[in-house]
């Protein structure tokens, strides 16, 4: 059994989370899950962000998305595939 896991860091939300969410729009068919977490709420909404999607395309798409976000200003992916012997 093998799963992808992409991290996404975003840095400064306020310039990239439109162009995060239209990327990851366009690519939503091959995410299964998405968690989205950043610090601070409500007074105190922090600029910084995780995202940590699981993703079910093939190893090009997977590569390919990862790829395209961490071309984005203030953004950085990282795609982990886990896999498990049977």
Do not use: F, Y
Request: charged fraction near 30%; aromatic fraction near 2%.
């Amino acid at each position: 059994m093998k799963k992808s896991v992409l991290l996404v860091l975003v840095g400064k939300r306020d310039e990239s989370a439109i162009k995060v969410q239209q990327l990851l729009t366009g690519w939503g068919c091959i995410i299964k899950t998405r968690l989205g977490l950043h610090d601070d709420v409500l007074e105190d909404c922090s600029n910084k962000g995780l995202l940590i999607l699981e993703l079910v395309g093939t190893d090009d798409q997977n590569n390919e998305l990862s790829r395209k976000l961490s071309v984005l200003p203030g953004v950085i992916s990282k795609l982990v595939d886990l896999e498990l012997e049977e």
